[in-house]
């Protein structure tokens, strides 16, 4: 699987928006960019996805470059329920596997200040 | 309205007793998912049915099986559980496998090997 790279963690303060970068460098054309939250004690929950254009939807915004080697999901006013760590994923076909898995990398713990 | 379920939240089993954790889901999705989540890491997956054809990933432990009687459930089965399978394990279903499928997390089994 092509790899992600996030920073460890991040700070915002509430009602600002927040900003994700995710490196990507060796994505491959099919692949597509895949974010994922996880609140503490939760399962993971998908936020968005995108291939090429960026997407927006009513949880966030994500801005893929037009080299497509990195993204920025952004979360337009963040409240305190937003704290959680985020997963850049990039799923795309494995040939060793039948079908397209989603790995997950490090991710980034957002942590809000009230 | 919970989609994906799993039980129990919480499962203290011994050393070497075999234990086994349930998902179901209301989704109708084709496709299933195990993962296994250690503390302060990133879910890894274990192994996905799409459908009935089972698919296990490369470096997972003979001591971790599955089973999918219907569409609508899932088992996980460790067979001799060791203090290193002590995790949260997550259940995920999509709808089918292609790349930009969404994945739908259920809260998680938290698994305690004493």
């Known amino acids: 699987d092509a790899k992600t790279t996030q920073p460890n963690s991040m700070e915002s303060n509430e009602e600002e928006p927040v900003h994700l970068p995710c490196n990507h460098s060796?994505?491959?054309?099919?692949?597509?960019i895949h974010w994922y939250r996880q609140l503490p004690s939760q399962g993971p929950e998908y936020v968005i996805h995108?291939?090429?254009s960026n997407v927006n939807n009513r949880m966030a915004s994500l801005a893929i470059a037009e080299d497509r080697k990195s993204s920025t999901l952004i979360l337009h006013r963040a409240t305190l329920r937003d704290a959680a760590v985020y997963y850049c994923i990039l799923r795309g076909f494995d040939e060793k596997a039948a079908g397209n898995k989603l790995t997950f990398g490090g991710g980034t713990r957002v942590l809000v200040k009230p | 309205d919970a989609m994906v379920i799993q039980n129990p939240r919480y499962q203290v089993t011994q050393f070497g007793k075999p234990v086994t954790l349930s998902c179901s889901q209301t989704l109708n999705h084709n496709v299933m998912y195990w993962y296994q989540q250690k503390s302060s890491q990133a879910p890894k997956l274990l192994f996905h049915?799409?459908?009935?054809?089972?698919?296990n990933e490369a470096d997972t432990p003979d001591n971790f099986q599955s089973r999918r009687p219907n569409t609508s459930f899932c088992f996980l089965d460790i067979r001799s559980p060791g203090l290193g399978d002590a995790a949260m394990y997550l259940c995920?279903?999509?709808?089918?496998?292609?790349?930009?499928?969404?994945?739908?997390f259920g809260s998680g089994t938290q698994l305690s090997v004493l």
């Open positions: 049915y799409y459908d009935k054809d089972f698919n």
């Open positions: 060796t994505i491959s054309g099919t692949d597509y």
């Open positions: 995920a279903t999509s709808r089918d496998r292609g790349a930009n499928e969404k994945l739908f």
């Open positions: 995108g291939l090429t």
